[in-house]
């Protein structure tokens, strides 16, 4: 078995990157009027992810490492919220592929 050397090489972390790259793609055909709101704010959640996993690899004592792995997993919670905001307003027609995106992130 490989020795994890870099966040980046957690498959959790690439998981959560691969959403990130896949919420931007999303949220660019919201509104305009939505920068601030609703297009800001799921940018915000979803770039918490991987962001809070590579900073717990790099925490010293367990929990810390936890306590940082335990924010990426809220951020996720709040990421779903999003997507089923975002069908609710019109702004994307199914967030099912999302929502099962969200799910296989959490399970790493």
């Given at each position: 078995?490989?020795?994890?050397?870099?966040?980046?090489?957690?498959?959790?972390?690439?998981?959560?990157?691969?959403?990130?790259?896949?919420?931007?793609?999303?949220?660019?055909?919201?509104?305009?009027?939505?920068h601030?709101?609703l297009?800001?704010?799921?940018?915000?959640?979803?770039?918490?992810?991987?962001?809070?996993?590579?900073?717990?690899?790099?925490?010293?004592?367990?929990?810390?490492?936890?306590?940082?792995?335990?924010?990426?997993?809220?951020?996720?919670?709040?990421?779903?919220?999003?997507?089923?905001?975002?069908?609710?307003?019109?702004?994307?027609?199914?967030?099912?592929?999302?929502?099962?995106?969200?799910?296989?992130?959490?399970?790493?």
């Amino acid at each position: 078995m490989m020795k994890v050397e870099r966040f980046d090489q957690l498959v959790a972390w690439q998981k959560a990157h691969a959403l990130v790259l896949d919420v931007y793609r999303i949220s660019k055909q919201f509104q305009n009027d939505e920068h601030f709101g609703l297009t800001s704010q799921l940018r915000r959640a979803a770039v918490s992810i991987p962001a809070n996993i590579a900073e717990g690899f790099k925490r010293r004592s367990k929990p810390e490492k936890c306590r940082f792995y335990n924010i990426a997993e809220a951020s996720l919670e709040e990421t779903r919220y999003y997507f089923i905001l975002a069908k609710d307003l019109g702004y994307i027609s199914d967030n099912r592929v999302l929502l099962a995106q969200a799910d296989e992130t959490a399970r790493r």
